[in-house]
């Protein structure tokens, strides 16, 4: 089935961790807000989102998130809901927590630190033409234990999913990077216990291997976070040359 022919789902962006290794560049914001080259970082996201035709994005916040509340709210140009988790709740409580206002069979998830050059629909079209449960975007560009190693067999079905793996079990040089994005079936959230902390990467992924059609999409695009105060300032360097370029190519 092709996605033009559905409706397409809610857009949820984990927003609410603690940030805490980024507090080493800026403390006053959430790591949401952080600047690239003047621009939010959450806006680079929002504005993929909207380029490719999402109208209704749920941002589920927590540390310094009325900040974050405050700064969407500008835009006009989606329907922005925040979904505010009173503690922390880890990536998948956040998602739990957000459900009452999802309105979608399926919904996309997405990291606020981290960004890839990504056709979504095409995600989702992935994700319905192969009767997925879950499908997860993964990338063959990035390499590290510092992010969830994942493998897949012939049949694009995932058979490890190992979050930021020990040296020791590092799976890196074999496998693929998780890059973040998910196309998840809400149904699998119902038997869940809602306020609970819980790690989609460490509790639900692993655990839903064994039962549902969990599958992941390879792709050549490399995952570029602000994760680090390292990371976050080669990004700042990546865009401020491609600004350096596309102002070259407008010149010639």
């Known amino acids: 089935m092709s996605v033009s022919k559905v ?30 080259q003047g621009v939010p970082f959450i806006d680079l996201l929002l504005n993929d989102f909207i380029h490719q035709g999402f109208r209704r994005i749920i941002l589920a916040t927590g ?17 922005y809901i925040i979904s505010c988790e009173p503690i922390p709740l880890g990536t998948g409580g956040a998602i739990k927590f957000a459900e009452i ?12 630190d ?20 879950m499908s997860i975007l993964l990338s063959s560009a990035t390499k590290g234990d510092d992010y969830g190693n994942v493998k897949i067999n012939n049949e694009n079905r995932i058979t490890v999913f190992s979050e930021k793996p020990k040296k020791s079990e590092s799976y890196s040089e074999l496998s693929l990077i998780n890059a973040g994005v998910y196309c998840l079936n809400c149904s699998l959230l119902s038997n869940l216990d809602p306020k609970v902390e819980y790690s989609i990467e460490k509790d639900w992924i692993p655990s839903w291997l064994q039962y549902h059609c969990i599958l992941g999409l390879n792709t050549e695009q490399s995952v570029h976070d602000i994760g680090t105060p390292e990371r976050y300032k080669e990004l700042q360097t990546m865009f401020q040359e491609k600004i350096s370029q596309d102002t070259i190519n407008k010149t010639k």
């Open 7 to 36: 409706q397409k789902p809610d857009v949820l962006i984990l927003c609410g961790g603690l940030g805490t290794r980024f507090r080493e560049v800026r403390e006053d914001i959430p790591k949401a807000l952080a600047p690239v």
């Open 114 to 133: 981290s960004s890839i050059n990504c056709d979504f629909n095409s995600l989702l079209e992935f994700h319905h033409n192969n009767y997925a449960d």
């Open 101 to 112: 206002h999802f309105r979608s069979k399926q919904i996309l998830i997405l990291n606020g």
């Open 63 to 79: 540390h310094l998130g009325s900040q974050l509340e405050y700064h969407v709210k500008q835009r006009n140009d989606a329907e």
